[in-house]
């Protein structure tokens, strides 16, 4: 009988999902007033863009991360599903 191997790919999905879906959640929780908690979190990264111009070509850098509670709980379901799936 063949064992299925557990691929990190599929983790990493599961906790991409886990990321975004807990995040919309958590931003529609914060106008419900007994759900608000759920969009307590913190935001990091760059401020301003980081611009790279080579004349011919202009590059554009930025990254921001918002994370909240939900997407916290977000990953734990996720794991939780992986480790059952």
Do not use: C, H
């Amino acid at each position: 009988m063949a064992t299925r191997d557990k691929n990190i790919w599929i983790l990493l999905i599961f906790i991409f999902s886990g990321i975004v879906l807990g995040g919309l959640i958590g931003e529609l929780a914060g106008n419900v007033s007994f759900l608000n908690w759920l969009s307590y979190g913190q935001e990091f990264g760059l401020e301003s863009p980081l611009v790279l111009d080579l004349n011919i070509i202009k590059l554009t850098f930025a990254l921001s991360v918002k994370i909240n509670v939900a997407s916290i709980i977000g990953i734990a379901i996720a794991v939780f599903i992986y480790r059952k799936f």
